[in-house]
């Protein structure tokens, strides 16, 4: 797979934003995007959350002082994006849909438009932007390496197409959790579409200063913890599907 299909432009100008934030959060969870903007101390607020967990929704209430309640994103219109006003507001819509079937871990079913995989949810997505009159400013997609593999390229491909149509200029790039100060090999794949001809390059990586011992709590219940036999598995599928 290639984590550097992305493309930078030095005739464009740079993105910037000017204006406060509405964050739509598409298979929301607990809310780390709007942590991520809450921790650069942005000016935004939570406009829409999308999350089909209970569970995981109620944590991203508990987290953020929010009561919105659990949405399956297949009820949605675009116009419940609700995205006006764009002349007071900049809108980032995140979208890091279900990566159950792209990830080793998991079966590999793959995202196909129409397949009725988990992570074929993605194309909501493309339902909910054919809907609504006005597009978020900027996109932003998380998930693990292989939606950019060989097994998924095509779709991946076929999606990122359909964004282009729609006027964004997209930017993708493998970032793992190592070059940018946490003490783990974790690997994600980006992509930051933004509305329009604007350049921008993902951040550089910074030093790695802290080992695992700094973050691990000294006493865990054994309810977390995996066997030999269940590591082993875990590694052997991660290796085996690296590179689909």
């Known amino acids: 797979m290639d984590g550097q299909i992305h493309m930078f432009d030095l005739t464009m100008p740079e993105i910037s934003i000017d204006k406060p934030i509405r ?102 997505v493309e339902r909910l932007l054919d809907g609504t009159d006005q597009l978020p400013d900027i996109l932003l997609m998380e998930n693990v390496p292989q939606v950019i593999g060989k097994k998924n390229i095509d779709d991946f491909n076929a999606w990122r197409g359909y964004l282009s149509a729609k006027g964004y200029t997209n930017y993708t ?29 993902f951040p550089s990586p910074v030093p790695l200063y802290d080992c695992i011992d700094d973050h691990c709590e000294d006493d865990v219940d054994e309810s977390y913890h995996i066997d030999t036999e269940g590591t082993r598995k875990l590694i052997e599928g991660y290796i ?3 590179d689909r």
């Open 240 to 242: 085996d599907g690296e």
């Open 23 to 124: 964050l739509i959060e598409l298979f929301a969870g607990i809310g780390s995007q709007a942590m991520a903007l809450r921790d650069l101390g942005a000016d935004f607020e939570h406009y829409r959350v999308v999350e089909f967990d209970k569970f995981a929704i109620a944590s991203y209430n508990a987290i953020h002082g929010t009561d919105f309640p659990a949405t399956d994103i297949e009820s949605l219109k675009g116009a419940d994006l609700g995205i006006v006003e764009k002349d007071r507001y900049s809108y980032i819509l995140t979208y890091s849909f279900p990566c159950q079937d792209l990830s080793p871990a998991g079966k590999m079913r793959g995202m196909k438009k129409g397949s009725g995989t988990r992570s074929g949810l993605l194309w909501e």
């Open 173 to 201: 790039q493998i970032l793992n959790t190592r070059d940018y100060g946490i003490p783990q090999n974790r690997k994600r794949c980006f992509m930051v579409s933004i509305l329009g001809a604007y350049s921008y390059h």
